[in-house]
């Protein structure tokens, strides 16, 4: 009986019953893989340009509807820590950057986004379902994963956290 109790209690520590539930990254805290992908105009953009800033990488695409709901408060995130040290990025998820482009403009993105493909989402953990976001310390390590749409506080009491380090 005490072993089916530890096993049910090890079972519910690692898979949160509340899907939008932050999974905190071990404690030794992976470094982010780093990639080179085309933004918008083609032009290759590098994760590692970022270091030494906090970055939310977004994993979304203009198909999804809590995406789209999350945009506009990453826009207005973008505005209020970007002098502070933050840096979004988005990691579209679209089959082509043509409908991304449109979206971009219709929704006055201002951060950048670059093209992603199978690889990056698997060497993020696989991307099933979007949206996915990363928070990533000044030191180019994961600190947080939030799978689904999120509450726009919770990115920013994290990203105000990691500022702070």
């Not at 949160?16 to 932050?22: G, K, L, V």
């Not at 990453?74 to 933050?86: A, M, N, T, W």
């Not at 310390?137 to 506080?153: E, L, P, V």
Request: proline content about 7%.
């Amino acid at each position: 009986m005490a072993l089916v109790a530890v096993c049910l209690g090890i079972y519910f520590l690692e898979h949160p019953s509340r899907p939008n539930a932050p999974r905190a990254a071990p404690a030794d805290r992976a470094l982010a893989p780093d990639f080179s992908l085309p933004d918008l105009t083609g032009q290759r953009l590098s994760l590692s340009t970022y270091r030494g800033k906090v970055v939310l990488l977004d994993f979304w695409a203009t198909w999804c509807d809590p995406c789209r709901e999350e945009i506009p408060h990453f826009v207005e995130l973008q505005s209020k820590y970007r002098d502070r040290g933050l840096q979004i990025l988005g990691v579209s998820m679209d089959d082509g950057p043509e409908p991304v482009r449109e979206f971009y403009q219709r929704f006055k993105m201002n951060y950048p986004v670059v093209m992603g493909d199978a690889e990056i989402g698997e060497r993020y953990g696989g991307v099933l379902g979007l949206p996915i976001a990363l928070l990533i310390g000044k030191d180019g390590r994961i600190y947080s994963k939030h799978i689904g749409a999120t509450d726009i506080a919770v990115f920013e009491k994290e990203v105000k956290n990691l500022l702070q380090k």
